[in-house]
């Protein structure tokens, strides 16, 4: 018994350690199909395909290892479960294991369940999921407006973890339609860097410094000082910030754990003047002292009142700050990296090109040594040459 890899070109099976295909030379560090080879007791070899996840094919492998062993294992598919089964199971492993759940119940429920839900798992195929990539493009959402690309990538990315896990679970044996090789993803660039001028930062302050509702006011100036997420900052509690040393403790982040970062003067400040609510231990609480929700209706107000880009969203204070820490020559990328909790180096390169002129700077000292060296060169050089002459 043993996991091999199955090249999506030529279709020949082979070690998993090769990167390139023996037969044809196709590159398999991108496209890959990973297949467990059987040999039952009485000689038979069976394949099983896993898809492209070797965890799956290393479940599967061990699963059946075991039953052979046991004496259990009966060579005989099993009846498909519908697409719908599986969610009912994702959906209470996904409400313990993923803080998104609930996007993805609405994405099952609104484009998924109504095409796939009644369907068993080996009815589906990558044509079908294709079809749905390709209505899905060509179709309005409820703005009116045109599916984004990372909209449509969520439903091919969903729908590819139901078949992964219904394998993990033994639900299911065949093939997964929703794998990169065999369904082609949109492509997605939604790296969006929004900063504000510093006209519109002028305004804005300005807009908060006379703004009724000082709740609402500390809450933008707050997440314009520190760069915090707005979930980070409805989650922040009293007891989650130290006033003496200056330090906030961000539980529950996106980066996947608790992190303790600085606060600043400006941060500081605004805490220290900043009311609290009787009887919540919320920060920034909503209605009732309870934890907030949303704060859409307040940022729409405030970006008018200061005149700012009605496509501007609170999520672009983040980037403001991040912008101009970055530009300011005085904070490297792995700093940033840091202040703004991000998991890896990847988000954070978005704010490279603002690093260039400090870089440019830094290049520019050889130039400066090259030239003094090389003018303590030339003067002894011509003083020599006049010497020469003279004689």
Known sequence: MAILLRCPSCRTDQSIKNRIC?????????????????????????????????????????????????????????????????????????KVNKKTWKHDFYNYHCHIKPRFGALPLDKITCFEVERMILELRKGINKRGVPFAAQTI????????RLFNLAMVWELYSGENP?????????????????????????????????????????LVKFALFTGLRRGEIFNLKWEDVDLENGWVNIKDSKGGKSQVIPL?????EVLRKHPQTEGSPYIFPGRNGKKRKEFKTAWKTIKKLANLPSNFRFHGLRHTYGSFLASS?????????????????????????????????GSAVIE????????????????????????
Not at 333 to 356: D, F, I
Request: charged share 30%.
């Open 178 to 218: 929703a794998t990169g090789k065999k369904v082609k993803m949109p492509k997605v660039d939604n790296v969006v860097t929004e900063m504000l001028t510093e006209q519109e930062l002028k305004r804005l302050l300005s807009t908060l410094e006379n703004y009724h509702d000082l709740q609402t006011a500390n």
């Open 329 to 361: 020559g005085e904070v490297d990328l792995y700093t940033l990296q840091r202040l703004l909790t991000h998991k890896g180096p990847a988000m954070t390169q978005r704010y490279a090109h603002l690093t260039e002129e400090r870089l440019r700077k």
């Open 22 to 94: 023996m037969k044809c030379g196709k590159n398999l560090s991108r496209e890959r199909e990973y297949i467990v080879v059987i040999k039952m007791p009485g000689g038979k070899w069976i394949k099983r395909v896993c898809g492209s996840n070797l965890d799956v094919a290393k479940a599967i492998e061990a699963k059946i290892k075991t039953e052979i062993r046991e004496g259990k294992f009966i060579d005989k598919k099993k009846p498909a479960p519908t697409l719908d089964e599986v969610w009912e199971k994702y959906l209470e492993w996904a």
């Open 153 to 160: 990538k969520h439903q091919v990315v969903l729908i590819r």
């Open 368 to 391: 400066k040594v090259v030239e003094k060296v090389m003018g303590n060169l030339k003067t002894p050089m011509k003083n020599n040459s006049k010497t020469l002459s003279n004689n």
């Open 264 to 268: 600043n003067k400006l941060a500081l």
